[in-house]
């Protein structure tokens, strides 16, 4: 009994010393080893992969991280001791025997895998030293695997703009944004590449941090989307040629936000093909709207021009329209997957210009150039597209108004300008809201990595999201919808167009006699 009660004594007061020590002590989480299941000598040191770690480096946790920043689960009280105060260490993402797979550890422990540990390390004097890591730092693997909240992906600095730098103090530097992480936003792991297992870096995705804003606003606007598409829809004279093409377009957008809402709560990656189908459907979908827009554009443009391509088209617009809108964005989505599949794999290949689709996530890759190239360039080239056709369109407008004022009466001819400046209102706030939006949402891109700018965009990329909110308050909570959709149920709606087309034949007519009485 009293061996029983020194023993306690003992403990209590090794206890108390290390809890002392480890208050004046400050050390990092990530710069700790779990000390679980190894046996302390007398003195209380821990001996850590050939490492001595006196009793004064080391305290009690009664919590681990979970990688989702800092939050914390309970755990069972284990010692921890802080290694890295000692010695250099190196992250690993996991057992070093094991590979990263799709973000999960796998493989077995007790089979060594074969592979080069060393890599190029960057001392605290600038120098650039070739170590091995597993023999000369002390390797964490018992931390959380990093990036849960964006995903990671690999640096393969084989390939000319993804090189890094890891540095001797635990420090990752991203070489082409100039990022620095640290140990809590990174780490090592064996990965087999082209049939080759080598040791790469795993950081985290460039995730911005209007998310928590996107993930309120996306479900906000998805909701608005199949509002005022069934509103076009279920209405008669808003089921007109430009009411269907309005309704394509919303619901090409629908499409892309769903995809870009279940990317950000992680919940197309655990299903890999889904995930693999869902960026190229994604990517299709954002095109399609886009072109949709240009669909739009070009016909409110075309309709106050007299040509012979109003008459072909004019029973085979909306055929013509869908062929276009949907066949181009198709094309591309062929021509991305078909650079995927062809190049992605292939050794030395130069990944800055490969879309990447399913290399950071179930979309296309946004991070470098090759963004620009496949996404946002062909995006921005049809903004300024249908920018220069509106401006067209207002001077055609204001050219026809003045040659009218000859040849009809004042009350007529407001009549019939009134009905056509009401469709170019109607798609100049569509084209001010996406042109604005849009053009923000590219600028945002390309400053992706200029931190300063980083709260702006927030604000930017937050109105991007909550586009089909303000679509709903522009084009469908208005006074006349609402008395069309109760005539509508009353059984007192007329099938009729929201813009009148026999109006502005006639409109166009009368100018075109103008014309030729002028002759």
């Known amino acids: 009994m009293l061996i029983t009660s020194k023993a306690v004594s003992i403990a209590f007061l090794l206890l108390a010393t290390i809890n002392v020590a480890w208050a004046e002590f400050d050390c990092d989480y990530f710069d700790t080893v ?25 305290g009690i946790y009664d919590y681990k991280l979970t990688g989702f920043g800092d939050e ?16 250099s260490c190196v992250r690993f993402c996991c057992h070093h025997n094991l590979l990263l797979i799709n973000g ?4 077995n422990v007790n089979e060594i895998l074969e592979y080069d540990p060393k890599l190029n390390i960057t001392m605290d004097d600038g120098s650039v030293t070739e170590k091995d890591v597993l023999s000369e730092f002390v390797v964490q693997r018992h931390l959380p695997l990093p990036c849960q909240e964006t995903g990671t992906y690999y640096l393969d600095d084989h390939d000319e703009g993804y090189e890094w730098s890891l540095f001797e103090n635990g420090t990752f530097l991203r070489k082409y944004d ?14 087999e590449l082209n049939k080759e297992i080598r040791l790469f870096p795993h950081n985290c995705l460039i995730a911005p941090s209007s998310q928590l804003g996107a993930k309120i606003t996306i479900p906000i606007s998805l909701l608005s989307f199949l509002i005022t598409i069934g509103v076009y829809l279920y209405l008669p004279k808003l089921r007109n040629l430009h009411g ?51 669909v739009m554009s070009f016909d409110l443009w075309n ?5 012979n391509v109003n008459r072909y088209m004019a029973g085979n617009r909306f055929l013509i329209y869908n062929l276009y809108a949907w066949g181009v964005p198709l094309l591309f989505t062929i021509l991305i997957f078909i650079l995927d599949q062809v190049f992605f794999l292939e050794p030395n290949t130069d990944l800055t210009w490969i879309p990447g689709v399913f290399y950071t996530g179930c979309w296309i890759k946004t991070f470098d150039w090759s963004g620009m190239v496949y996404f946002y360039g062909p995006i921005w080239i049809l903004i300024i597209f249908n920018t220069t056709l509106f401006i067209l369109t207002a001077f055609q407008i204001m050219k026809v108004k003045k040659e009218l004022r000859n040849i009809v009466k004042h009350h007529e001819r407001k009549q019939k300008l009134n009905s056509d ?61 609402y008395e069309s959709c109760r005539n509508r149920i009353q059984g007192k709606e007329k099938s009729s167009s929201v813009f009148s087309q026999s109006n502005r034949a006639l409109l166009k007519k009368k100018s075109s006699t103008f014309k030729e009485s002028s002759v």
């Open 303 to 307: 309709s106050f021009r007299s040509n």
């Open 421 to 481: 400046k009401q469709e170019y209102s109607f798609f100049l706030r569509l084209f001010l809201l996406m042109g604005v939006s849009w053009n923000l949402f590219v600028v945002s891109y390309l400053m992706q990595d200029k931190y300063v700018w980083g709260y702006i965009f927030d604000i930017t990329d937050i109105f991007h999201y909550c586009q089909g909110g303000i679509i709903l308050v522009l084009f469908v909570l208005k006074r006349n919808v």
């Open 244 to 294: 269907k093409c309005f309704a394509c377009y919303l619901g090409s957008l629908f499409v892309g936000y769903l995809i870009l809402l279940l990317n950000m709560y992680k919940v197309l990656i655990t299903y890999l093909f889904l995930c693999f189908i869902a960026g190229y459907v994604g990517y299709f979908s954002i095109l399609a709207a886009f072109f949709w827009l240009n």
């Open 34 to 58: 779990d000390l679980s299941g190894i046996q302390p000598d007398s003195n209380g040191s821990y001996l850590y992969e050939n490492l001595l770690i006196p009793a004064e480096y080391t």
């Open 72 to 87: 914390r689960i309970l755990v069972a009280e284990h010692i921890r001791g802080c290694a890295c105060k000692l010695k």
């Open 178 to 191: 100039g990022v620095f992480f640290n140990k809590s936003e990174y780490c090592l792991q064996p990965f």
């Open 104 to 107: 999960e550890c796998q493989g």
